[in-house]
């Protein structure tokens, strides 16, 4: 149990444009889902911590209205890279909590964001 | 406030050799430790963790870790590596229990194994 997906694995875009990628927490309800990001051979950056129903906790450095995160539901999250540009190209995780498994995070497969 | 640092990017060994990745974190509380290994292009796995009690952890795969409070030190083995085990290993933090409590990442240490 406790598996995570996300998607796209991987999406080319134009710069300019909005991607969307979500994040499903397939076979539980997350309490909490998280958003990092991982440049090549880096390590992973916290960008934002969401609950279902409220507005999402942004790290500082990170831009809120450039990473939109939407967490319609308790097993969906949406994170928004709006008017991407090739700086935003990355690796972008995300990783669900539940509440029994007190801080253990459940990580998604990724997304390789490449901006042209 | 928390940190991680993981000493050496790169560990080369042979096949069968011991593994040893090492672990230092700083923490105004009891730490709760972590390590996960990520393989290329997909996300992390959780190898193993702790949390209380016994301070030899055992994990998936032959590894192990032991928290060391004196040392601030939670170092990854393993007796004897396997090829599979190439992958990118983090070691990470947390000072918190709950379910929405942040873990702060080491900066990762990739292990290359030798036929």
């Known amino acids: 149990g406790a598996v995570v997906s996300q998607h796209p694995s991987r999406v080319i875009c134009k710069s300019g444009t909005s991607v969307k990628i979500e994040c499903r927490s397939l076979?539980?309800?997350?309490?909490?889902m998280f958003w990092y990001r991982q440049f090549p051979k880096q390590s992973l950056m916290l960008m934002a911590t969401?609950?279902?129903?409220?507005?999402?906790?942004?790290e500082q450095g990170v831009e809120k209205d450039k990473f939109l995160i939407n967490h319609a539901s308790l097993t969906l999250s949406t994170l928004t890279v709006t008017s991407a540009h090739p700086e935003d190209s990355s690796f972008y995780i995300c990783?669900?909590?539940?509440?029994?498994?007190?801080?253990?995070?459940?990580f998604g497969p990724g997304t390789r964001l490449t901006v042209l | 406030a928390q940190s991680v640092t993981q000493l050496g990017s790169h560990v080369s060994v042979s096949e069968g050799a011991l593994v040893l990745l090492r672990c230092n974190y700083s923490?105004?509380?009891?730490?709760?430790l972590f390590w996960y290994v990520q393989y290329p292009n997909q996300g992390l796995q959780l190898l193993l963790k702790?949390?209380?009690?016994?301070?030899l952890v055992k994990g998936i795969n032959g590894f192990e870790a032991e928290f060391k409070k004196s040392e601030t030190s939670f170092h990854l083995t393993k007796p004897s590596a396997h090829m599979s085990d190439a992958a990118e290993y983090f070691c990470?933090?947390?000072?918190?229990?709950?379910?929405?409590?942040?873990?702060?990442f080491g900066s990762g240490t990739r292990l290359s194994i030798r036929p």
């Open positions: 990783s669900a909590s539940r509440f029994q498994d007190g801080n253990e995070q459940f």
């Open positions: 969401s609950n279902e129903g409220s507005k999402a906790t942004y």
């Open positions: 702790y949390t209380t009690g016994a301070t």
């Open positions: 923490s105004s509380v009891p730490p709760y």
């Open positions: 990470a933090v947390s000072e918190e229990y709950s379910s929405a409590s942040k873990i702060i």
């Open positions: 076979d539980f309800q997350a309490t909490t």
